[in-house]
């Protein structure tokens, strides 16, 4: 079954700062990534997420890269703010599944001012 | 803008109780999930749900599990007799009907404290 990386488990930026987080997949059917922010006591929220056949996409100051090839896929952070502090998980869903999302096991951002 | 609910926000029960965990998803949507969260851990995924059937379920779904929607707007896990084990924050989440039927929308969560 598909199984994925997420690094690193904390980080610590300065306000206006970027931010980067990895992730890793196994499985080459994945086809689609998403990635959420969870802040304390809430649910997940989707932030942005991207499908195998775009390699980047943009949505204000957040960004999200994949490469098939090497099955990774990294969230980028510019100009971070505190209200960016959170837990982000990436997550990868199987090409024939039906909705089976395979989380990372999250990093916990801070963003200090 | 229209969210995934899910009541209760805590629920404490009894080894060996049942617990009835609802969600009501956005309307329009028709896919349906619940995943849980030990403390500590990865998010997993329990179980799909779409047109009153299960689409797939994950090793974690048991017998002692089941879901139901039992009409146009709630949507339920059913635990029969808790364990310890089951001590979690459960996640309902939803997904549109067409196009990004991939795209899941989660809700706030309830944490079910097994004792």
């Known amino acids: 079954g598909e199984n994925v990386e997420q690094h690193p488990s904390t980080l610590s930026v300065q306000e206006g700062d970027s931010a980067v987080i990895k992730c890793t997949y196994s499985?080459?059917?994945?086809?689609?990534f998403p990635w959420y922010k969870q802040e304390l006591g809430k649910g997940p929220q989707l932030i942005i997420d991207?499908?195998?056949?775009?390699g980047e996409k943009k949505d204000q100051r957040i960004a999200v890269t994949l490469n098939k090839t090497a099955k990774h896929f990294s969230l980028h952070i510019t100009e971070t703010q505190p209200e960016d502090s959170a837990v982000y998980f990436c997550?990868?869903?199987?090409?024939?599944?039906?909705?089976?999302?395979?989380f990372g096991a999250g990093t916990q951002v801070v963003v200090t001012p | 803008e229209p969210e995934v609910t899910q009541t209760p926000s805590h629920q404490v029960t009894q080894m060996g109780q049942e617990v009835i965990l609802r969600c009501v998803p956005i309307?329009?949507?028709?896919?349906f999930y619940w995943y849980r969260q030990i403390l500590g851990q990865k998010v997993e995924f329990l179980v799909s749900?779409?047109?009153?059937?299960?689409?797939?379920k994950s090793e974690i779904f048991d017998d002692q599990f089941s879901v139901e929607r039992p009409d146009g707007s709630n949507f339920t896990l059913k635990i029969r007799s808790t364990k310890l084990e089951d001590s979690a924050m459960y996640f309902c989440?939803?997904?549109?009907?067409?196009?990004?039927?991939?795209?899941?929308?989660f809700g706030p969560g309830t944490r079910l404290t097994v004792l």
């Open positions: 749900f779409y047109n009153n059937e299960i689409s797939e």
């Open positions: 499985d080459s059917a994945s086809n689609y």
């Open positions: 989440a939803s997904s549109p009907t067409s196009g990004r039927r991939d795209t899941q929308y």
């Open positions: 309307s329009n949507h028709l896919y």
């Open positions: 991207i499908r195998s056949n775009v």
């Open positions: 997550a990868a869903l199987l090409g024939d599944s039906w909705g089976k999302l395979q």
